[in-house]
């Protein structure tokens, strides 16, 4: 698992390796991964935007933006774990993500950065 605080914000990561899917005549492999984010602060925050970028072993990189996450702009309050999943696609078997999501304290209406921790992504588990 892959962990970040950035601000009282604690990112947790998990990976899984799914299969192959064929898009016309181009072979992907197909990864999910995991997000829990836990509000360890003593503010109430709401995610507004996420910042992604997806390497895999053949040198392609893919930038993805936009708000919120699956759909779902949520606002955790002090304590407050949020849980989601999605996917990507790579040409490879092996590549990593990292990234940000930009937040704001509610009261404040300060925005900020969080770290998303740059993971890996691997068909086969891979002995550090």
């Not at 708000?67 to 702009?73: I, P, R, S």
């Not at 002090?78 to 078997?93: E, I």
């Amino acid at each position: 698992m892959f962990q970040q605080v950035t601000k009282g914000i604690k990112i947790s990561v998990k990976t899984s390796f799914k299969n192959t899917v064929y898009k016309g005549y181009q072979q992907y492999y197909a990864f999910s991964y995991y997000i829990t984010i836990e509000n360890k602060s003593k503010e109430t925050v709401k995610l507004l935007e996420r910042f992604w970028v997806i390497f895999d072993a053949l040198n392609n990189t893919e930038y993805v933006e936009g708000e919120g996450v699956v759909g779902e702009t949520p606002i955790l309050q002090p304590n407050d774990v949020y849980n989601y999943r999605s996917n990507c696609f790579l040409l490879s078997t092996t590549g990593a993500m990292g990234g940000n999501y930009k937040m704001i304290n509610t009261k404040t209406l300060e925005e900020f950065l969080v770290t998303i921790p740059t993971f890996q992504l691997t068909t086969t588990p891979t002995l550090n």
